[in-house]
């Protein structure tokens, strides 16, 4: 199969890859998009005529988001739901307040990265715990609503936010919420995010016959709220920016962030695809045949995905 793109620079605005679509009618559920380029991806979404609920821990700064973007549109398209990816009980209530309305879209964007070593409601390390699992716990509950948001023509779509930090580790079986072993903030970022690059090949495998198409997407380098645990003189020292906190060049604003996203979201050459990792707004290549990019064959690997989608049935107690 000839490599997928949507033929587009990896800097292209979200709202441009949007703008050509109407989504008039269509649903849109996007976690942790108060702030970032799930913001700008809800943006893009519902000025194209999308219906989107931000689905949020901190509902002040949810309200503030959707207010800023009904505003900028002209139009009262973005609602608030509650949504605490590191407590089970609060997914499972945000899953039985949707119900089984017809959901076309599911963008699972929140996320945490490089916190200190904590834990979340249900004990579960914070990264995995809500980057992977709080994320399994809601594409699970929210199976049948994307089902029923399934369309002629039009598959409902799962996007599931990776990162090029799933290099830095595969998941750790033995011990992948590192309750004998010492915690490595980036170790654990990164075998959260290649769990998410896998949840999204064992969701399409079992859903994409029932209408469902899931991808992961790697949005790029960005300056965002993200990146709230690591000091100045750290992202100075990794060369994400210098000494006067110019960001270097390469990184891309928050609207290029969420272009990506978008085009998993709603672009027409990804109609009925899944199982991907996509990046700069094409199918990623192989790890190291282009400078620092690419995915690694540890996070599109089948066996692990089968392997992480029975370790989360078992994590958070639910099996389809």
């Not at 441009?16 to 679509?21: L, M, R, S």
């Not at 809500?130 to 399934?150: C, S």
């Not at 369309?151 to 930090?165: D, M, Q, W, Y």
């Amino acid at each position: 199969m000839a490599r997928i793109t949507a033929g587009l620079s990896p800097f292209t605005d979200a709202a441009v890859i949007a703008e050509d679509h109407d989504l008039t009618g269509r649903t849109v559920v996007i976690t942790g998009a108060a702030t970032g380029i799930g913001v700008e991806t809800a943006r893009a979404l519902a000025a194209a005529g999308a219906e989107v609920t931000i689905a949020v821990r901190n509902r002040q700064a949810g309200e503030t988001a959707a207010a800023d973007i009904n505003a900028d549109i002209g139009e009262d398209r973005v609602k608030v739901g509650a949504l605490d990816l590191s407590d089970l009980a609060s997914v499972a209530g945000f899953v039985s307040a949707w119900g089984d309305r017809p959901l076309n879209i599911l963008i699972n964007n929140a996320g945490v990265m490089a916190c200190p070593q904590s834990y979340t409601a249900n004990d579960l390390e914070m990264q995995i715990g809500v980057n992977h699992f709080g994320h399994f716990l809601l594409g699970i509950g929210l199976a049948r609503a994307l089902m029923n948001g399934a369309e002629e023509g039009h598959t409902a779509r799962l996007v599931s936010l990776s990162s090029i930090g799933h290099r830095r580790s595969d998941i750790n079986w033995d011990d992948p919420h590192y309750r004998t072993r010492a915690y490595d903030k980036w170790e654990s970022y990164g075998q959260s995010k290649t769990a998410n690059s896998l949840f999204a090949v064992g969701y399409h495998k079992r859903f994409a016959d029932l209408g469902i198409t899931a991808n992961a997407v790697m949005p790029g380098g960005i300056m965002t709220p993200l990146q709230r645990h690591l000091p100045r003189e750290e992202m100075i020292a990794m060369g994400w920016m210098n000494e006067d906190g110019v960001v270097r060049e390469g990184f891309k604003t928050p609207a290029q962030g969420a272009s990506t996203s978008v085009w998993a979201a709603i672009g027409d050459e990804l109609e009925g695809v899944g199982g991907l990792y996509l990046e700069n707004l094409a199918q990623a290549l192989p790890w190291g045949e282009e400078p620092n990019a690419g995915v690694m064959p540890h996070a599109l690997d089948p066996e692990s995905a089968e392997r992480l989608w029975a370790l989360s049935e078992e994590t958070t107690g639910v099996k389809l």
